[in-house]
DNA sequence: ATCGGAACGGAACATCCGTTCCGATTCACT
DNA sequence: AGTGAATCGGAACGGATGTTCCGTTCCGAT
């Protein structure tokens, strides 16, 4: 009995686990992984049913994780804020003019679809969730007041914009993604322009969104 | 008997009909609303016996006018197509520089709620919202034309980026419209900015999304 | 005043989807 | 091998929602 380490959350690596348990942290991943293709191809309006189906397994095993869809919904947004943090923190540790942007087209070509909670999800924001949002934001600010002292971006821009920018730039319409993606590009050259403008003629933003309005209220 | 006028589509003006079909008329503009408002409030997932309700009648009159919710859905976007239509028709009889811009404001605290098709309508594009769509068309290459002209907006514009630029400044958050208006308004500034800085850079935009893309692929 | 039919409202129906439940299956341990 | 517990898959349940159907209401013509 694994009565020794007293880790609660099992931890990360499942590569050695007692058999049964191997097949199961699989399933997970899968279901996960699942998810968030079905998710991305159909809106979170997918049937938890296609979800199981796409990762092999029946729902009674998708429940058994996620007791819920909006569980699983939310176990998929978060996952997505902790990616998007780890990007921030590595474009921001660069320390190169543009982050901002960089940062941003990024995110376009890695994030696969929707990672975003769906309207009215009034439960109370996960641990983990705000966890992975504080390290987003703090990330993204360091991001932005370095572009700011290049003057790349016009200061006053707050981290909830460049979120805002993120949410704009996410793929809303039907087109094969490589479409998708050169509009969205030639979009946020558009953006890019128009921050740099604004930051040589020395404009200061103001009444920009608070970061606390982007916390869980996100949708798609 | 109406036998003189051989319209097929009975007539605009409503106001002097044969009794019973007025009270129909008013119902069917009454659901017209009443879908406007609730679709704007809950999405387009929202229940027809809503719409019903909201417009005070049973949803049997609802599916007399609409065989089908989708039906209802295109009608609401249809019209909604046709509005945008008017509106850039009149901003670009103004001529002014800067109407792209204007044009969008308008239509970001003009437009209430999704006037958009769900994904996967797959229905033929029915002819009112093909006229519509190539009405609004051709006055969106006269307003970006103006622009171009005027050197405001960077030649190679289309008007396919217009309407991008307008999906992207959709209210897509559920924060309070207020708030939500100035958010894009703040955007709108920034790109703005962007599309006059590229203009008397001179720069020419290339291999911008064709109008053809737009029409009936829509979604919410 | 009476009649016919157009329009109405809403109960009833069918379907879809989230969720629950349970018998079958599989692995660890003896 | 045999046993038991953990896990699995998917049928069954319940609620929500799109759609149909029909008895009722109301207006205009006779």
Redesign the pocket.
Known sequence: MPSSTPASPPDRDAAAL???????R??DTAILVAARAVFAAQGH??????V??EA??????????Y????ALVEALHTHGVQEAARLARRVADEVAPGAVVRFVACQISTATGPLLRPTGATTPIPPDLARASDELHEALETLVAQDVRAGVVPAGLTAADVMQLLLHLRPTLPLPRAQADALHLRYLDLVDAGMRAQASAGVVLEGGPAWDEWVGTWHD
Chains 1, 2 share one sequence.
């Open positions: 007692p058999g049964r348990q191997r097949e199961a699989a399933n309006g997918a049937a938890m049913s296609d199981a189906r092999g397994v029946g729902v009674g095993s998708v429940y058994r994780r007791p819920t869809k909006e």
